[in-house]
Structures are given as C-alpha cells and as structure tokens.
C-alpha cells in the first residue's frame, strides 16, 4: 500500500542522518560546488522522499536540515526544497526500485560528460557503471520542470547513472547509502580513465568476465555497506559533530 504524502511530513531519525552523513561525505570527496547539488532518499512503499534543504551545502548538511517532499508534481513543495526538485521526482516515479538519488558536479564526473567517451571498465570503480550509465545532451542547464526530469529519467532508464552533458551526474540505488556510496565510485572512475586517456598510450580494461565478478564481490550490498561506514568514520573525524548521528 501506497502511504500518500503530508506537507510537513517528519523526516524518519535513520533516513535523516544517512542523508546528512551522505552528504557530508559527498563533500569529503569534492562533490561540494557551493550549496548547489542533492541528496535524496525514500523509504519502500511511499511516495513521500525526503531531500537536502536548497539553502546548506554538502560540506555543511545536518539531519535537521532535510524536507520532506512528493514523488508527484501536484502536491504541495516546501519553500526550502531545492529548485531541481522535479530531477528527483521523476526519478522515483520511474523507478520503484531506487531509494536514494545523488545529484552532483563532481570535477571528474563533470568533465567527462562533456566529452564523448563512453565508461570503461579501466577500474574497479569502472565496473560498476560500465553498459549502465546514460548520456543526457537536450541541455545543460538547471533541472526545473517535469519534462526535463522525465527526459533525463528516461536516459537512465534502469542502469546506475546518467551524465548530464557540461553539468555533472546523476546517481542512483538502492538506499540512500547505495547512492552515495556509487557518487564517490563514479567520480573515481571517471578521474582515473580520463588520466588514462591523457597518457596517450593505448590502454587495456577488464574483460567482461571480470566485469561481472566485480559487481558480484566487489559491488554487492555487504561491500557496500563496509564502504558506507567506512566513509562514516572518515566524517565523524572531519566533523567530531556527526558521531552523534545514526545512520
């Protein structure tokens, strides 16, 4: 059963500081472009997300610092929901499966967007997205209408992620912790095959075979979550603050 979404709904403790924590660690690993870019989550059978306020940063996220928002375009928005709103919720009314959504502009992620290189395995990072990871090139510009957010969903379709051309990327899973955790994997890989592409010597990439065996052990959700609190413990050190946090 579908739970309907209440203006004002209370962010749940858990989901609020995954979000926080996600964020701040997001920002760890230089996703920060001012207080622009989002983090999202939803819980299973409801059409209630919930979303970093437009006003804070990555760097500067705090569970009280989360609203709740609709999956549908109709209902009511808080006044601090982010402009991009629209990207979200045409993600989650597309795909039932994804509980949580980054959207960033990662140097890397950003840059090879705007070129017309297709991911390639070079990485571990590289496995993950390789085959499952979109190009969207109808504009470069802010996300602010559901037509766009449809669009840009549709080039998702149901892979990983999706590149917005000269604007950053689009990433999503399972959990919010899912989503987070692949926005640092898809900013590595990035990084590390456009430095392969600067060597201007032919490179070689992971067979398919390998492919599928990283996804398997390296991806699969016990790695995940080891890769989550790990990323944990590096924010509690940074920030002393979020230790206090549950996620």
Wanted: glycine share 10%; hydrophobic share 40%; with cysteine.
């Amino acid at each position: 059963m579908t739970v309907s979404f209440r203006p004002g709904d209370r962010v749940p403790a858990r989901l609020g500081a995954q979000l926080a924590l996600g964020a701040r660690m997001l920002s760890m690993d230089g996703h920060d472009d001012f207080n622009q870019g989002q983090i999202s989550a939803r819980l299973p059978g409801r059409d209630t997300f919930f979303i970093k306020n437009a006003l804070c940063g990555f760097d500067e996220a705090t569970p009280g610092q989360v609203v709740a928002a609709s999956v549908r375009a109709d209902d009511p928005t808080d006044p601090l929901a982010p402009p991009e709103l629209p990207l979200h919720q045409a993600i989650y009314r597309a795909r039932p499966d994804v509980g949580g959504i980054v959207h960033s502009h990662a140097p890397h992620t950003l840059v090879f967007g705007a070129t017309d290189l297709e991911i390639r395995p070079v990485s571990h990072d590289g496995a993950h997205f390789t085959g499952r990871l979109g190009l969207f090139t109808d504009t470069s510009n802010t996300v602010l209408d559901q037509a766009t957010g449809e669009a840009i969903a549709q080039q998702l379709g149901d892979g990983a992620g999706v590149l917005l051309r000269n604007h950053g990327g689009v990433i999503v899973g399972r959990s919010v912790r899912h989503a987070a955790v692949f926005a640092q994997v898809l900013e590595r890989a990035c990084r590390l095959q456009l430095l392969a592409e600067q060597s201007g010597r032919p490179y070689t990439v992971s067979t398919a075979s390998d492919v599928r065996l990283k996804r398997d052990f390296i991806y699969a959700d016990l790695s995940v979550r080891s890769y989550w609190d790990h990323a944990v413990r590096r924010v509690a050190r940074a920030w002393p603050e979020a230790a206090e946090w549950r996620g």
